[in-house]
Every structure is written in C-alpha cells, then in structure tokens.
C-alpha cells in the first residue's frame, strides 16, 4: 500500500506555487492541532464537500448551482458537529475494512469488521481523531513537500515518488506516529492548564469572600 499516489502528486505539481504553498501549513496545522481545531476542521470539511456536490449536482436537480450550493454547505454546516459521531462511525468502519482486506485478503467478513471497527472509533473517538489529523497532516506535508521540489526544479517527485513508494510510506507512518504523540501531550497539557487557571479563579473567589466577611466582621465589632 502505498500513501503517496503518483498520479495525486503529478496532478498538484500542475498547480500554482501559491496553491502548492498553501498545503504545507493547512498540513502542518492539522498534523500538530488536528485535536484542538477539530470542531473547526469538521465543519470547514462538511460545508465545502456540501457545496461541491451542490454545484456537481444542481443539473439534474433543476434548480440554480450556486443556490443549492450555498443552502447544502450551510445546512452542513449547521449539521455537521451534530453528525459528528455518525460520520466517525462510518470512517473508522470503512477504514478498518480497508485496513484489514490488506493485510488478510482471506478474512471475508466486511460486514463484522464494519460494525467492529465503527464503534471501536467511537470508544476512542478522540485518539481516533488525533491518529487521523496527524496522519492527513503527514501526508499532505509530504505532497507540498515533494510539489514544491518538483516547481523549483529541484526534484523530479513523481519519478522520485514513484521509486521510493515503500519509503515514503514508512516516513509518513513515522510522522503520524509523532503528530500523534504531539497531540496527545498538548491536549494533557492544556487541561492540565485549565484546571490550574479553574483552581486560581475558585481560590482568589474564596479569598474575596472571606475578605469580606472578615472586613464586615471587623466593622461590626
């Protein structure tokens, strides 16, 4: 299996060094903070996936693209973190089919893996999401990468990508793996600051209480 598609990868490095530019911090973002900006990659996701099929679709629905297309991504929107846990479902249950059609072709049970799988990723719906940030994060890292190499005339990626595939693939597993350590540290780290910052705000609401309960027992006396 290969992460780097030769054929995804000839077709980015047709782009502008503008829009090549822009897949490195989108990226590195989701491969560090995929977690903590989650809520606002899902919506971002839903809403243009809506509209796109909104514009593709509109024909044959009769009715203007660019309306459809604008109430479809807005009411996915609207939706999409209330669907959340539907969509992680379906992902991760598609995802360990995949998986396990690969590495045993002989276990014929779509069906069971399916459900396993679903809500396996719904258990752990968080590390779910952090191994998937990091590794869409990796990968798109990789393709910017190897894009912008190929504009600036530095390397020929496709041929490069396309004789080093197993490579590619150990060192995108490796980055997931570290964007997923990453992830999991940071979220321990900011609730770890939460609750300090909630444990301040209840000592210092305290100690304004008792001020001035001391102070008006002071006065009365």
Not at 43 to 64: H, K
Not at 87 to 96: D, P, Q, R, Y
Not at 150 to 179: K, M, P, Q, R
Not at 203 to 218: A, K, N, P, V, W
Request: glycine share 10%.
């Amino acid at each position: 299996m290969t992460i780097i598609a030769t054929d995804i990868l000839g077709d980015l490095c047709g782009l502008s060094l503008g829009l090549i530019i822009a897949i490195l911090p989108i990226g590195l973002l989701l491969w560090l903070l995929g977690w903590w900006s989650h809520r606002f990659w899902i919506v971002l996701t839903t809403t243009v996936l809506a509209g796109v099929f909104g514009l593709l679709e509109a024909s044959s629905w009769r009715v203007q693209p660019i309306v459809v297309a604008v109430l479809l991504a807005i009411a996915a929107g609207v939706l999409a973190l209330a669907l959340v846990r539907v969509v992680t479902f379906a992902a991760g249950g598609l995802a360990t089919v995949y998986l396990l059609q690969f590495t045993f072709p002989s276990l014929n049970q779509p069906v069971i893996c399916f459900l396993i799988g679903g809500l396996v990723s719904l258990v752990l719906f968080r590390w779910y999401f952090m191994a998937l940030t990091s590794f869409l994060g990796a990968t798109l890292l990789a393709y910017g990468t190897l894009a912008l190499m190929h504009y600036h005339e530095a390397l020929d990626a496709i041929g490069w990508a396309d004789t080093n595939a197993t490579f590619l693939s150990v060192l995108c597993g490796l980055a997931t793996f570290g964007g997923f350590v990453f992830q999991l540290l940071f979220e321990r780290w900011r609730k770890r600051r939460e609750r300090e910052d909630e444990d301040e705000e209840q000592d210092g609401f305290t100690s304004m209480i008792l001020g001035r309960i001391g102070f008006g027992s002071s006065k009365a006396a």
